[in-house]
């Protein structure tokens, strides 16, 4: 079937379930990892037609449920074929699939970037619009807000500020203004690297080991990403040394596929674990 035979047939598919559909889309579609973590924290589950191909992979935290879909890619023929009443793009746009998809009058969305609450406020609120549940939208916002309270009520408690340093696998680390230093913040945390002048995400510099000294070392990727061979955080003498006698904290991969509505939980996992710390120790 050619491309303009797939956008007249889906055209018609997506006008057919569109009428039929009163409350919001009844075929949503993820195309990716990000846009996962937003469409099953807001949709109607039986709304659901499709989750992204990285759905069931060691990085991805799609329920059980979810592994029996579908899945979607940022691949035009694939997303029409799957009759979609909307489709939702993580940060990275919907790239030449957006044009088709425009071309058969399938809406999407795409999330916006960034690495701090406010993109989860913000994506939260337009992806509540586009599937028309904003209440479920603005009460999930709520709840993310309270929780931040509560976890720098326990960091006043605490009483100080634990140094962590974010290491991943592949030996890379996290400076200021990544979403890994807005969970540590939140924790209540200082993060080693930003406090050394670093930002943004960090290649593998064994130096790291060597040049701070911190309360706790936050892992991932080390049990649950993806297989590979750089795995230099593992293997590197100067990560182990790093890692030895110190305490740790291991954060699920799914946490870091985008500033989304997991990442309260990777810092109220970190919270915990800063809690058990005593200064000094």
Known sequence: MSMAMHLRAAACLWACASAASADGPSRIVSADLCADAYVFALADREAIAAVSWQAGQPVSGAPGWALELPRASHDAERLMALAPELVVFGPAGAGDAGYFLDRAGIPHIELGWGEDWQIVDANLRALGEAVERPDRAAALREDIGQRRAALAARAETRGWA????YLSVTGGAAGANTLVDTAIRAAGGSNAAAEAGAEGWLPAEAEWAFRIDPDVVLTSYFIDGYQTRSDIGRRHSAYRRLLQGRPRIDIPASAWSCAGPDLIDAAEAIAEALDNLEPGS
């Open 162 to 165: 634990p140094s962590v340093f």
